[in-house]
């Protein structure tokens, strides 16, 4: 009975990342997208999340069944990587190939690098090179997220950088954060990642907090909800994964919270 709980335990966040990993595989083996993602039963703004597609379904069920526990851990990890030029002698491209070949990860967060001269972003060529030979490398598809919070140019060079969430709202149009969602969505799936870190769905009600101040839409729940509705649709209707977050606790304090436990 014990062997079978922690089966069955394991395969409830195991099978959430296949869900996820299932539309990153099916999108990547088309440049044209057929319908948008919001269409194709993953995710529905309106009813909620849907069921799988059969095909996709008896896709993870099969998947599903070949795998070792070890191989079902290792989709639970996500780790970290920097999409400069790297050679395949390198420690950095040999780390993240034992990810792959012996962890199993199930993807990788694109990351800056510091410097002595400051931060260092990854280039767009570099990421999608090395995007999709560790997708080559992998036997299953790998998801790769990254915070694209204001638009892709907060990792990579030469992405397209978009103001503030405030800025965006300011506005007074939810459609602006609509085009926010879409460029963002097209730019991260050109190098080939599937995640969007974003956007941020605090409400502002504390004018002294650092840390969410001008991330946020404002300080009005309902305004805030439709910005942050709008941008969630300008991702997934072109092919991206968004995450709307935000930090319950944040609200409450006057100091980074970051770095200091006081209330």
Same mark, same amino acid.
């Given at each position: #009975?014990?062997g079978r709980r922690v089966?069955f335990? %394991? %395969?409830?966040p195991?099978?959430?990342v296949f869900l996820?990993a299932?539309? =990153?595989?099916?999108?990547s083996?088309?440049?044209s997208?057929?319908?948008?993602v =919001?269409k194709?039963g993953?995710v529905h703004l309106?009813? $909620?999340?849907k069921k799988?597609?059969? =095909?996709? !379904?008896?896709w ?6 070949k #795998? ?6 290792g989709q639970?990890l996500f780790t970290?990587?920097?999409g $400069?030029?790297?050679?395949?002698d390198?420690?950095?491209?040999r780390?993240?190939?034992?990810d792959?070949t012996?962890?199993h990860?199930g ?8 410097s002595p001269? $400051?931060?260092v972003?990854?280039q767009a ?5 090395? !995007?999709n030979?560790?997708?080559a490398k992998?036997?299953? +598809?790998?998801l790769i997220g990254a915070? &694209?919070?204001r638009?892709?140019a #907060?990792r ?6 978009? +103001?503030?969430a #405030?800025?965006?709202a300011?506005?007074g ?7 926010? $969602?879409?460029i963002?969505?097209l730019?991260a799936?050109?190098v @080939?990642?599937h995640w969007?870190? =974003? +956007?941020?769905?605090d409400? /502002?009600? !504390?004018?002294? /907090?650092p840390?969410?101040?001008?991330r946020s839409? @404002?300080e ?9 509705t709008e &941008?969630?649709?300008g991702?997934?209707?072109n092919?991206?994964?968004?995450t ?7 609200h409450r304090?006057s100091?980074d919270?970051?770095r200091s436990?006081s209330?």
């Amino acid at each position: #009975m014990g062997g079978r709980r922690v089966r069955f335990l %394991l %395969l409830i966040p195991v099978s959430i990342v296949f869900l996820m990993a299932y539309n =990153a595989r099916s999108q990547s083996r088309s440049t044209s997208a057929k319908k948008p993602v =919001a269409k194709q039963g993953l995710v529905h703004l309106k009813s $909620g999340a849907k069921k799988l597609p059969p =095909a996709a !379904n008896a896709w993870v069920e099969s998947t599903l069944r070949k #795998m070792s526990v070890d191989e079902k851990i290792g989709q639970l990890l996500f780790t970290t990587y920097h999409g $400069g030029f790297t050679a395949r002698d390198t420690a950095a491209y040999r780390r993240v190939l034992h990810d792959v070949t012996d962890l199993h990860v199930g993807g990788f967060i694109n990351i800056t690098q510091g410097s002595p001269l $400051g931060i260092v972003k990854s280039q767009a060529y570099p990421t999608a090179v090395l !995007n999709n030979q560790l997708q080559a490398k992998s036997k299953l +598809p790998l998801l790769i997220g990254a915070d &694209f919070e204001r638009g892709t140019a #907060m990792r990579l060079d030469e992405g397209t950088s978009f +103001p503030t969430a #405030m800025a965006v709202a300011a506005s007074g149009n939810p459609k602006d954060a609509y085009t926010v $969602g879409k460029i963002t969505a097209l730019e991260a799936r050109a190098v @080939g990642i599937h995640w969007v870190y =974003a +956007p941020d769905a605090d409400v /502002n009600n !504390n004018p002294g /907090n650092p840390i969410i101040n001008t991330r946020s839409f @404002g300080e009005d729940p309902e305004r805030v909800a439709q910005f942050v509705t709008e &941008f969630v649709r300008g991702v997934q209707e072109n092919g991206g994964a968004a995450t709307a977050h935000g930090c319950r606790l944040a609200h409450r304090s006057s100091c980074d919270s970051r770095r200091s436990r006081s209330p």
